[in-house]
């Protein structure tokens, strides 16, 4: 089945820097890949995906990139904010199973004033 | 709408013990299911279920069970309650044709 490895596992930077956040997927079939963001005690909550037939993807300060061959695909947040501190997880959908999230063990963002 | 609603928030169980920890939704979305959420391993898929009448595995389906009566509720069964299950539990439904995940405000479950 599936596998996500997410890295790193935490990950501090400086107000006003980038942060990006890596993953790796086992599943050559995956055609989906979301990103959410859960904030401390707070649910999980969408903020961006990609899917297989797209390189890229940008909302404002947000971008997902997707690499097929290699069978990763990454976070990038530019411009952080203080807001922005929070656990973030990746995860990838097999084609078979178009419901079946399987996640990576999440980032703990962490973006210091 | 309430969106997905789980009960209780917060549960201490004694090892042995059962209980049911619950879901609804009031979107009317066809698939629904339970993830366990742990230090350092993320979000584990316990079961889920794409309509009523219909459930399957995830990733760690021991010890849990599930049925889905309904479209609206999709409750979590610990029959004998286990130091090992103490987690966080989301319930999250989507429906026919997407893949974005609503989730549910969690349940913190200790089993002593």
């Known amino acids: 089945g599936e596998n996500v490895e997410q890295h790193p596992s935490t990950l501090s930077v400086q107000e006003g820097d980038s942060a990006v956040i890596k993953c790796t997927y086992s599943?050559?079939?995956?055609?989906?890949f979301p990103w959410y963001k859960q904030e401390l005690g707070k649910r999980p909550q969408l903020i961006i995906d990609?899917?297989?037939?797209?390189g890229e993807k940008k909302d404002q300060r947000i971008a997902v990139t997707l690499n097929k061959t290699a069978k990763h695909f990454s976070l990038h947040i530019t411009e952080t904010q203080p807001e922005d501190s929070a656990v973030y997880f990746c995860?990838?959908?097999?084609?078979?199973?178009?419901?079946?999230?399987?996640f990576g063990s999440g980032t703990r963002l962490l973006v210091r004033p | 709408n309430a969106g997905v609603t789980q009960t209780p928030k917060f549960q201490v169980l004694k090892t042995g013990q059962s209980m049911t920890l619950q879901c609804a939704q009031d979107?009317?979305?066809?698939?629904m299911s339970w993830y366990r959420q742990d230090p350092g391993m993320g979000l584990r898929l316990i079961h889920y279920?794409?309509?009523?009448?219909?459930?399957d595995q995830g990733e760690v389906p021991n010890g849990y069970n599930v049925s889905r009566s309904t479209t609206e509720d999709f409750p979590l069964r610990l029959l004998s309650a286990a130091p090992s299950q103490t987690s966080v539990y989301f319930c999250?439904?989507?429906?026919?044709?997407?893949?974005?995940?609503?989730f549910g405000s969690g349940t913190q479950l200790s089993v002593l």
């Open positions: 990609i899917r297989s037939n797209v």
């Open positions: 979107m009317n979305h066809e698939y």
């Open positions: 279920s794409v309509g009523a009448g219909i459930t």
């Open positions: 999250a439904s989507s429906y026919f044709g997407s893949e974005k995940l609503f």
């Open positions: 995860a990838a959908v097999p084609r078979d199973s178009s419901y079946k999230l399987i």
């Open positions: 599943d050559s079939a995956s055609n989906y």
